[in-house]
């Protein structure tokens, strides 16, 4: 079991940037790859980005690719995903999620473990 909180998210005026936080308790940080996984209003809540455990390998969604960047700190406990140059359609809930997996990472959004959410708006 792992406890997932997410922080950071809010408004940001379009071509800005926010940094997403993950703070997890619970089992080894390490034990777990991460992932970022985002919902906006009436649509399915769609991958974003994962790291595996180590932080060696990253994958991201081609919609992000290039302006996102996933980061951990096992040390911390702290995964993080830094947004740059946001767009109007990046508006949604982000969620924080944790996964058990032999794989180095994961880009589908069957995780074992979810935080409740940061809401982040982008205005053009």
């Known amino acids: 079991q792992v406890q997932l909180v997410e922080s950071g998210g809010g408004l940001v005026q379009a071509g800005g940037s926010l940094r997403l936080s993950c703070a997890a308790s619970?089992?080894?940080?390490?034990?777990?790859?991460m992932g970022w996984l985002r919902q906006a209003p009436g649509k399915e809540r769609e991958f974003v980005a994962t790291?595996?455990?180590?932080?060696?390998?990253?994958y991201y969604a081609d919609s992000v690719k290039g302006r996102f960047t996933l980061s951990r700190d096992n040390a911390k406990n702290t995964a993080y995903l830094q947004m740059n140059s946001l767009k109007p359609e990046d508006t949604a809930v982000y969620y924080c999620?944790?996964?058990?997996?032999?794989?180095?990472?994961?880009?589908?959004?069957?995780?074992?473990?979810w935080g409740q959410g940061t809401q982040v708006t982008v205005s053009s």
């Open positions: 999620a944790a996964k058990v997996s032999p794989l180095p990472y994961y880009y589908g959004v069957n995780y074992d473990y």
């Open positions: 790291i595996s455990r180590n932080g060696g390998s990253t």
């Open positions: 619970g089992r080894t940080f390490s034990n777990y790859i």
